[in-house]
């Protein structure tokens, strides 16, 4: 379920199990990850192996990982200050741009080394 309030935020639910979670998120978080996809291009196989194997390997470490879940228990219990809010935002922005790249590089691995075919299996 999604609707807009006066202030540009946009309220989703997130259905997990029994919990029921409603979060506000910033359009404008919204329109960055469209503009984000139109230029990274995520449906394109154009990176070389090298990178794209090193865009594969990133990822938030444990600290981070650690804080994204105190913002968010937060988030989900009301008590998430400006400054927080504005944090988990950062953490989701880059996390949407990470999930777009490591996208792209493991279309990019797959389009250079494709699966073997019949003819060679059978050899």
Known sequence: MI???GAGLVAYACCRGPNYRVNLVDMSVIDEAAILTRVISPDRATLSAGVAEALLALRFGPADHARMAVLS?????GVLTPCEREELEGYQRVGLFLDLMQSKARLSLK???P???QSHQAA
């Open 3 to 5: 609707g807009r309030n």
């Open 73 to 77: 228990d937060r988030a989900n219990d």
């Open 111 to 113: 389009s250079t080394n």
């Open 115 to 117: 699966p073997p075919s």
